[in-house]
């Protein structure tokens, strides 16, 4: 028996099964994408350093990071990071398409359905607990108060939680419902002649008794594609760069083409500290100490290479210094397993282990220079660690000491 | 035994395993955040995400909406030109609230160097593009449709 309860009336003529089905089968595909990437970046921090450290089972099988090809972190973050925001749109289009379902009544029928209700308090809270956190970590806002490493990536799993059995369980009904009209024909239906769908049961997603269209299915669908390719407009740039850049005007990485993170003032860099006075201490089996100067007579190596930022942002530069490979010789472990560089700054990225493979790579360096000039101190004057494909924050900067490992 | 199972269940085993095992993982990751102490925070932004869009985004941009299609009476195109550029603007808004209402302007300096000021007038100025972008739109076809005539 139902009970006539104050309902919220849902009257779109456009929602039904089959929106509902194209806009859910957008993000099957879009959002393992952006899954993946985002679990990349944790194996990406490398062992003992990723965030949050013990997670259990809950992580890709370790695997030493690569450092070729060069542009691997720029991609797969840039991917993360750019797809997330691209599907926002996309998101909220589909949380539109199914919100009678919020207010049905009773809202439990079974204990099954309970807890595949739990399972969407998982994926609706996770997904947009993960676009909040994201969208202000990318603008430094950390109103949220807790870590943004910790709760962004066990926020990720439950979210996969919520989007591993939703998936299972709507893939036979949304299939059946892209069956139930071509998307071909439909594009070719304008507002005039656009009606409901096929009534799809009392509580279901088509309205009762629908308002007049305002909109066809093909302009719903122009509409959260072209928010989608609006946001990519208005964000692509800070990855790509190139003119695009000019157009990432709300972010605060399309204001420079050479972005800085975290400046030598935040980091309470000493001007005292990296002048003349500055030495670097090479450790390993003949540890040396040596001078800017010293440096700056050994052989330099100059590489176009990416450094790219766990926010998505990323910029290409001629770097020029002493490859890292020449250190851990002079420091007498040639073939090193693992490096560990530690910084003047004594914040939370101040110190960093490479891997052996990192270090070995013919361009990874400690760079003196970019672009033929002397790094600014935002850039990490005296010197500073550049290891193509590493993410940025690993990319020491106003290095004072690096220690080389054998295996 | 199993149809039975099914009956006094809703669901199917293979769908039931499922969904416990869902919820079994989501709570094997929520183990990890036991004994941190900002887990209540999370915890509240996690559900208040979810409230929010559903008890005031969704409710907010809903009246917006019919307050709209009322305004225009039934005028579609207009309902549209007006409707489109609004949406842009607003999901501009929601992504980049925070550099457009300046939150978060020290940790932004720090890591970046820059303060927070351009923010609200670029968004201003993108949203003046979108609508004049669609009111030219609109144009061109109101023009285009009196040729016609």
């Known amino acids: ?407 | 035994m199993l149809s039975g199972l099914a009956r006094r269940t809703g669901a199917s085993p293979a769908q039931l395993t499922l969904l416990l095992a869902c919820l079994a993982l989501a709570a094997y990751a929520g183990f990890f955040l036991l004994g941190d102490p900002a887990l209540l925070r999370m915890l509240i932004w996690f559900a208040g995400a979810a409230l929010v869009h559903d008890l005031v985004l969704f409710p907010a941009y809903s009246a917006a909406d019919r307050a709209l299609v009322a305004a225009a009476r039934g005028h579609v195109p207009l309902i549209n030109h007006i409707r489109v550029p609004a949406l842009g603007a607003g999901l501009a808004l929601l992504m980049f609230w925070p550099g457009i209402v300046r939150q978060g302007g020290d940790t932004h300096l720090a890591a970046t160097g820059l303060d927070q000021a351009p923010y609200l007038a670029h968004w201003l100025g993108l949203t003046a593009v979108l609508f004049g972008l669609s009111a030219l739109v609109f144009l061109v076809r109101v023009a285009v449709a009196r040729l016609r005539r």
């Open chain 1, 1 to 407: 028996m139902r009970f006539a309860v104050p309902t919220v009336r849902f009257r779109s003529p456009l929602r039904g099964p089959w929106l509902t089905s194209v806009l859910g089968v957008t993000l099957l595909v879009a959002l393992p994408l952006v899954i993946v990437t985002g679990l990349l970046d944790y194996l990406a921090y490398g062992p003992g350093q990723s965030i949050p450290g013990d997670v259990g089972l809950l992580h890709l099988p370790a695997t030493d990071w690569p450092s070729r090809p060069s542009w691997l972190f720029q991609v797969t973050q840039g991917l993360h990071v750019g797809l997330g925001m691209v599907l926002v749109p996309v998101v909220l289009a589909k949380l539109w398409s199914v919100i009678p379902k919020l207010f049905v009544f009773p809202p439990i029928t079974s204990p099954a359905h309970a807890l595949e209700r739990g399972t969407l308090l998982l994926l609706v809270g996770g997904i947009l607990f993960e676009i909040v956190t994201g969208l202000m970590n990318i603008q430094y806002d950390y109103a949220f108060g807790f870590s943004f490493y910790t709760a962004h990536y066990i926020g990720a799993w439950v979210f996969i939680a919520g989007f591993v059995s939703h998936a299972v369980i709507k893939l036979p009904i949304a299939r059946k419902a892209l069956r139930s009209r071509s998307l071909r024909a439909e594009l070719r239906i304008p507002v005039s002649a656009t009606v409901q769908e096929e009534s799809d049961g009392p509580d279901g997603l088509v309205a009762p008794d629908p308002a007049p269209p305002t909109m066809s299915r093909r302009g719903a669908l122009a509409l959260v594609g072209g928010g989608a390719v609006f946001v990519a407009a208005i964000t692509a740039g800070q990855t790509i760069g190139g003119p695009l850049r000019d157009l990432a005007v709300l972010l605060p990485r399309g204001r420079s083409t050479f972005p800085v993170n975290r400046t030598a003032v935040a980091a309470a860099i000493q001007p005292a500290a990296t002048g003349t006075a500055w030495r670097l201490a090479l450790a390993g089996p003949t540890a040396r100490t040596l001078t800017r100067d010293d440096l700056a007579q050994l052989g330099q190596h100059t590489a176009r290479l990416p450094i790219a930022c766990v926010e998505g942002w990323s910029t290409v530069q001629d770097w020029t210094g002493v490859r890292l490979r020449d250190l851990a010789a002079l420091a007498g472990v040639p073939s090193p397993a693992s490096a560990f560089v530690e910084s003047l700054d004594d914040g939370p990225f101040g110190r960093a282990t490479l891997s052996g493979g990192q270090v070995l790579n013919p361009d990874a360096m400690l760079a003196l220079q970019v672009n033929g000039t002397e790094l600014s101190p935002d850039h990490g004057y005296p010197a500073r660690v550049i290891v193509p494909a590493l993410p940025g924050v690993h990319c020491t900067k106003w290095v004072r000491s690096i220690t080389f490992r054998a295996a």
